[in-house]
């Protein structure tokens, strides 16, 4: 198995000069253990213990002072989530020591993870989300956060791979989960049927009791199928034969173990007749391409898929090149009630970057007729883009840069 370097890295190392408590939390098996033993080996040396030994876990949550007589600082605390107990010994040992980098925790259930920190630990931990693989942590690449600069653009220039169309939609089926990229497992159909199993019998019920795994398979395979799309909650409901009270909740359970996530659209007060309805995206595309079928990267790039799975994979890039450098992302789309429609929205220092997203090697001037709605608002429009499948970085005009997929890597 070859370890795969983590953009993220560079920020636990920064930040554990600061802060004396570091958590980085993400879905299951996306490799934030790894990571962080990583760093241990490369010179940030410490104790590592595992909440899922269930000896260690009962210590924990017994006797969380006793636990740290043991096991001392620097530590790294591993599924943290399960022993919310430890959080406030945490906490007085941070304000009596006061020592920069002591703990290192990961977790894999965010909602339980940060109602625990927001009681005892606010203000005394740096927070950092770790997902699957970017394209560019595959190639072995730096990635700064994506921007809308041809300068910045322009340095990757030399950097990126060429990356054909056949060789984009095979990265897309292939998914981004560090076990299958790293060589640690070797069918794909084996480690995703596994993944998902382990998601539904343990994490989700650990969120929400009484859940029926079939049913909520049953759910996923639906939402995979109407990715990059507008969520419409009745119409999963009637195809889930459940009522949408529980579409709301069994999507909060999915958006929880980071499977999911959501583009808000863009408002803003000058604005109106604008569509409120989020988008639903996948951080992982593997995971839908499995979900609905696609039995190869050939039969998924001819199929009816192609086009969301397409846009899906180009704004999971996005995310996490903005994520994995530890920073927010103000990302957005814009859609209102005539169909003027703006793929993806960058809101930076007060300007608005439009970009479009189009699976063509051609893109033409009248794709980016919707960007001129943004300058009704009150804030500067920016160059806009049109992220393709086009072989070199080029421009339509002085305000629409053409920019091939493979710069997101």
């Given at each position: 198995m070859n370890y795969i370097t983590r953009t993220l890295q560079k920020k636990v190392l920064e930040l554990s000069e600061e802060y004396a408590a570091?958590?980085?939390?993400?879905?299951?098996?996306?490799?934030?253990?790894?990571?962080?033993?990583?760093?241990?080996?490369?010179?940030?040396?410490?104790?590592?213990?595992?909440?899922?030994?269930?000896?260690?876990?009962?210590?924990?949550?017994?006797?969380?002072a006793l636990f740290f007589q043991i096991h001392k600082p620097p530590i790294l605390i591993d599924e943290v989530q399960y022993a919310p107990e430890l959080f406030r010994t945490i906490k007085m040992m941070i304000d009596r020591d006061h020592r920069p980098g002591d703990f290192w925790l990961t977790g894999s259930q965010l909602f339980r993870l940060m109602e625990g920190v927001q009681e005892s630990l606010a203000g005394r931990v740096a927070l950092l989300n770790l997902f699957s693989l970017s394209q560019a942590e595959i190639d072995g690449l730096p990635q700064p956060p994506f921007k809308v600069s041809l300068e910045s653009l322009l340095q990757r220039k030399e950097k990126v791979p060429a990356r054909s169309a056949p060789e984009v939609f095979e990265e897309i089926w292939k998914g981004s989960m560090p076990a299958l990229r790293s060589g640690a497992a070797n069918e794909r159909n084996t480690f995703y049927s596994a993944y998902i199993r382990t998601l539904l019998e343990r994490d989700a019920r650990n969120i929400s009791a009484g859940l029926d795994p079939l049913k909520i398979f049953n759910f996923m395979t639906i939402l995979a199928a109407k990715d990059s799309q507008l969520?419409?909650?009745?119409?999963?409901?009637?195809?889930?034969?459940?009522?949408?009270?529980?579409?709301?909740?069994?999507?909060?359970?999915?958006?929880?173990?980071?499977?999911?996530?959501?583009?808000?659209?863009?408002?803003?007060?000058?604005?109106?007749?604008?569509?409120?309805?989020?988008?639903?995206?996948?951080?992982?595309?593997?995971?839908?391409?499995?979900?609905?079928?696609?039995?190869?990267?050939?039969?998924?790039?001819?199929?009816?898929?192609?086009?969301?799975?397409?846009?899906?994979?180009?704004?999971?890039?996005?995310?996490?090149?903005?994520?994995?450098?530890?920073?927010?992302?103000?990302?957005?789309?814009?859609?209102?009630?005539?169909?003027?429609?703006?793929?993806?929205?960058?809101?930076?220092?007060?300007?608005?970057?439009?970009?479009?997203?189009?699976?063509t090697a051609h893109p033409e001037k009248k794709m980016t007729s919707s960007f001129s709605v943004l300058d009704r608002t009150n804030l500067k429009r920016g160059t806009g883009a049109i992220l393709c499948m086009a072989e070199n970085l080029t421009a339509l005009d002085r305000d629409t840069l053409v920019i091939p997929v493979k710069y997101l890597g």
């Open positions: 570091i958590l980085i939390t993400g879905p299951r098996q996306v490799g934030k253990t790894t990571m962080l033993q990583e760093l241990m080996k490369e010179g940030a040396p410490r104790e590592y213990v595992s909440l899922d030994d269930l000896t260690e876990l009962s210590l924990a949550k017994r006797d969380p969520v419409n909650y009745k119409a999963i409901a009637d195809e889930a034969a459940i009522n949408q009270a529980t579409v709301k909740n069994w999507l909060h359970i999915l958006e929880t173990l980071g499977l999911i996530f959501y583009l808000h659209p863009y408002s803003n007060n000058t604005l109106k007749r604008l569509i409120k309805t989020p988008k639903l995206y996948f951080y992982d595309t593997g995971l839908v391409s499995y979900l609905t079928r696609w039995t190869s990267p050939e039969v998924l790039m001819a199929g009816a898929m192609n086009g969301a799975l397409f846009e899906n994979y180009v704004v999971s890039e996005i995310m996490k090149s903005y994520l994995h450098n530890g920073k927010r992302p103000f990302i957005y789309y814009y859609r209102d009630k005539d169909s003027r429609e703006i793929d993806l929205v960058l809101e930076e220092n007060g300007t608005l970057y439009p970009i479009e997203i189009k699976k």
